[in-house]
């Protein structure tokens, strides 16, 4: 019972902490809009060199989702081989008691 106390008195501090960060970030956030200079937008210009090494093409797309889907085949299979091996486990106990 006295963790439950400590848990919520825990948790109420970081929830009034956190509320007195949120409101000088925001206030930080709301800052005038300043354009931008001639240095940042030559950063941000697409740059034809680096072209070549964008991953939004369609075969990295494809690639991706083929990834992903083999990570959930492989985790479908693992409990899949969890359940057998358990459900194996309980019908021999099963028999072990029932033929004693």
């Known amino acids: 019972m006295a963790f439950l ?23 930080s956030r709301r800052g005038f809009h300043v354009e931008l200079g001639a240095r940042e937008k030559a950063l941000l210009a697409e740059d034809a060199s680096l072209r070549r090494f ?16 083999l990570t959930v085949v492989v985790v479908a299979g693992c409990c899949y081989e969890i359940y057998a091996r358990a459900a194996m486990r309980k019908e021999a106990q099963a028999a072990a008691g029932g033929s004693s």
């Not at 939004?56 to 992903?68: A, N, P, S, V």
């Open 5 to 27: 106390l400590n848990n919520t008195s825990i948790s109420s501090h970081l929830r009034s902490s956190s509320q007195k960060t949120d409101g000088a970030l925001a206030q």
């Open 54 to 69: 964008k991953s939004h093409k369609k075969g990295m797309h494809r690639l991706k989702k083929i990834g992903d889907v």
